[in-house]
């Protein structure tokens, strides 16, 4: 049973998010896109700083169920359903390692690769010149595939940040167009 985080049923963010935040909370700029919105925690920290902020999730009933309703949502695979350029992208993806896709949230195929890179290439398209794209992974996936594939589409990658948890390591990546 999970632990309510707040008086409104809501429940907390996950370790993901909060690490996440911990590195792009002062990222400021005009148009900010959060691929795989979920909650909407980061999509709503977005509209602090950013002048036009976009959600998209894959799941209908999560975006219309968001504990923190933002505007700007968009039911899609990715990017694949705008036409705009984007400052900076944050994605954090389902890359758990699996070998075959039971939750699209989570699971990330052969070697946590398979549905990042169907994100990476929704977006791209969408990435504004001199960009920033910030994704997490983990140790448990091949996240230096995910390292080289954004390579291989043109982007400068560095890691920002590594959390030890008790069973993995979380990788923040940034990835610059």
Same mark, same amino acid.
């Given at each position: 049973?999970?632990?309510?985080?707040?008086?409104?049923?809501?429940?907390?963010?996950?370790?993901?998010?909060?690490?996440?935040?911990?590195?792009?909370?002062?990222?400021?700029?005009?148009?900010?896109?959060?691929?795989?919105?979920?909650?909407?925690? %980061?999509?709503?920290? +977005?509209? $602090? @700083?950013?002048? #036009? /902020?976009?959600? &998209?999730?894959?799941?209908? *009933?999560?975006?219309?169920?968001?504990?923190?309703?933002?505007?700007?949502?968009?039911?899609?695979?990715?990017?694949?359903?705008?036409?705009?350029?984007?400052?900076?992208?944050?994605?954090?993806?389902?890359?758990?390692?699996?070998?075959?896709?039971?939750?699209?949230?989570?699971?990330?195929?052969?070697?946590?690769?398979?549905?990042?890179?169907?994100?990476?290439?929704? %977006?791209?398209?969408? +990435?504004? $010149? @001199?960009?920033? #794209? /910030?994704?997490? &992974?983990?140790?448990?996936? *091949?996240?230096?595939k995910l390292i080289d594939y954004a390579q291989k589409l043109g982007l400068k990658t560095r890691i920002m940040a590594k959390k030890k948890l008790f069973f993995e390591e979380l990788i923040?990546?940034?990835?610059?167009?």
């Amino acid at each position: 049973m999970q632990t309510k985080y707040s008086n409104n049923d809501e429940y907390p963010p996950s370790e993901d998010t909060f690490f996440i935040v911990d590195n792009i909370e002062n990222e400021k700029g005009n148009f900010a896109l959060d691929i795989g919105s979920g909650s909407g925690y %980061l999509t709503k920290l +977005l509209s $602090k @700083n950013f002048s #036009f /902020v976009v959600g &998209t999730d894959i799941n209908y *009933n999560v975006l219309r169920q968001q504990t923190y309703k933002t505007e700007n949502i968009v039911c899609c695979n990715g990017s694949d359903a705008l036409k705009i350029k984007f400052d900076f992208i944050v994605c954090n993806l389902p890359y758990l390692a699996t070998d075959e896709i039971l939750d699209v949230a989570t699971d990330g195929g052969i070697e946590g690769f398979e549905i990042p890179k169907k994100i990476f290439d929704s %977006l791209i398209n969408n +990435l504004e $010149k @001199n960009g920033k #794209f /910030v994704f997490i &992974t983990s140790s448990l996936s *091949n996240y230096q595939k995910l390292i080289d594939y954004a390579q291989k589409l043109g982007l400068k990658t560095r890691i920002m940040a590594k959390k030890k948890l008790f069973f993995e390591e979380l990788i923040l990546i940034e990835a610059i167009n």
